[in-house]
């Protein structure tokens, strides 16, 4: 998910972190940055793990030729998929994007050459 949203302009704890001295960062600032991307990494690993292990059971499914809608939905909901298909659960990368009348007073984001994002402004 972390992924997703910083390639659509969704800065994440690292961003910000990245960027604490533009952004004048205080150290409380800081700490709880640290905070959350510490938090957003420990609760992502078992939830990729879950992941990585529902992909491969599709893969030997599809392989196997065994790949009928109950065991593809069981592999899906293993994987941590909610509802649609979605991974259930928030990430603290993705805030909700501001309402289109707030869009003006948010600073613009762009991507460097390396693909971290940038806010300008």
Do not use: W
Request: proline share 9%; aromatic share 4%; hydrophobic share 40%.
């Amino acid at each position: 998910m972390a992924f997703a949203a910083d390639q659509n302009g969704y800065p994440g704890p690292m961003h910000v972190l990245e960027l604490r001295e533009r952004l004048g960062l205080t150290r409380d600032q800081a700490v709880k940055a640290e905070a959350l991307m510490r938090t957003m990494f420990e609760e992502s690993r078992p939830k990729s793990a879950r992941l990585l292990e529902a992909e491969a059971r599709l893969r030997r499914l599809f392989a196997d030729g065994t790949a009928d809608e109950a065991a593809v939905r069981t592999a899906v909901a293993d994987g941590g998929a909610g509802p649609g298909g979605r991974p259930a659960g928030a990430s603290p990368h993705a805030p909700p994007r501001p309402r289109s009348a707030d869009r003006a007073s948010a600073p613009p984001v762009s991507r460097d050459a390396m693909g971290s994002a940038v806010t300008r402004g």
